[in-house]
């Protein structure tokens, strides 16, 4: 079906037509000077000390897990509302995943109290994932790590350049992950960044993305090294320079592509909120934020009820979606599996709404009219 109004659009033209043409005539298209001009800028735009380009953020939570020292019969807090991957990579490295419940209806990010209560002598280390872009509570959140010795992980797929009381978010804990998948703030098709403030790490995760391996072939192909050692067991996890290329392109045009996503915020604020069946997640929020997302959560409903709400926008041509099934719900997960009421009622009634910069304000209005037409004939 074509949507009338999809629920994202890809911020691309001319600009990455022409920056991917120029890097493949320069003949260099793996791992060289385009993903370094890529980790500089990212650095710079972050203010972190270190920016390393990945294949994706799967790889960059992977590496995050090993250079926190997270292994076998460690215990990992992490919420269940997430995309799978903020989760797999606790496993990856053998460790288990406690999950957290989310705070309520009107913050869906992971629950500092249900932290706590969930802390054991297992206890190694936190992944937090700042849901749409909006902050968790890190100030709580890195207080109950210091006092029980934990690492802190930011899953920041969702929030380049949003703000949590002046630090850029993925810059607070010990390492940040980032995603440039097609669908993200930044896309380059598939593509991560990841960031940390501390120089052993950084020069751990150079080595470990490339197998080990002590020079990379761009040095050796500039003639500073002739021969290398492998000195741990890395893996292949490096960007290539004609996605870096893209990537420096999106970054130009990333903090207009955010300021126009907070005006369309505010007209969905204001379009949808006469509507009282329906609760916005971070309503109050006064932090920049880089609006990945637009979800909304249905107050006392069913799954039934948001899943004929979806059907009726999608009769309508809106398109829709849910973020996120629950982790602790799919099967590979059911022995970790937890009571966790709040983030179960959420996953079965939040609905993801069109987001993106160039969403005008009759079409926000439009979405709004019909949400409201489906509350007053259902029954
Ligand atoms: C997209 C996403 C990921 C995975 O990123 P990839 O680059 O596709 O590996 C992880 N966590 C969250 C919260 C995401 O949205």
Request: hydrophobic share 40%; aromatic share 8%.
């Amino acid at each position: 079906m074509n949507y009338k109004i999809p629920l994202f659009q890809l911020n691309f033209d001319e600009q990455e037509v022409l920056a991917v043409t120029e890097t493949i005539r320069s003949k260099w298209i793996s791992t060289g000077p385009k993903c370094e001009e890529l980790e500089t800028t990212f650095a710079e735009m972050l203010g972190v000390k270190h920016a390393i380009s990945l294949s994706n953020c799967t790889d960059a939570l992977h590496l995050a897990c090993i250079v926190n020292g997270i292994g076998a019969s460690d215990e990992v807090l992490c919420p269940s509302l997430t995309f799978a991957a903020s989760v797999n990579c606790i496993r990856y490295v053998g460790a288990t995943p406690i999950f957290c419940d989310i705070r309520g209806l009107h913050d869906i990010n992971i629950d500092p109290e249900d932290i706590q209560k969930k802390i054991t002598p297992k206890t190694k280390a936190i992944v937090v994932v700042h849901m749409a872009g909006f902050p968790c509570e890190m100030d709580e959140i890195m207080e109950i790590a210091k006092k029980n010795n934990l690492k802190v992980i930011e899953d920041a797929c969702h929030g380049p350049l949003s703000e949590y009381k002046d630090k850029k978010l993925g810059t607070i804990g010990d390492v940040g992950c980032f995603s440039f998948f097609s669908n993200k703030n930044i896309s380059t098709g598939e593509g991560g960044m990841i960031v940390t403030n501390n120089d052993e790490y950084a020069e751990r995760i150079r080595l470990l993305r490339s197998h080990g391996m002590t020079t990379m072939s761009y040095q050796r192909a500039k003639g500073h090294a002739t021969a290398y050692d492998i000195v741990e067991l890395g893996y292949n996890f490096r960007m290539d320079d004609i996605r870096a290329s893209i990537a420096i392109v999106q970054l130009k045009k990333l903090q207009a592509d955010l300021d126009k996503r907070v005006d369309v915020r505010k007209n969905y604020l204001t379009a949808l909120s006469g509507i009282e069946q329906i609760e916005i997640p971070f309503k109050n929020n006064k932090e920049f934020v880089s609006n990945y997302i637009m979800p909304i959560v249905l107050k006392n409903s069913t799954v039934e009820k948001r899943d004929a709400l979806r059907n009726y926008l999608h009769e309508n041509g809106i398109q829709t979606s849910n973020h996120y099934p629950p982790i602790h719900k799919f099967s590979i997960y059911k022995e970790n599996s937890s009571s966790l009421p709040i983030t179960e009622y959420v996953c079965e009634n939040e609905i993801t709404l069109p987001m993106y910069a160039v969403l005008t304000n009759k079409e926000i209005a439009w979405i709004a009219e019909t949400i409201k037409t489906f509350f007053a004939f259902y029954e």
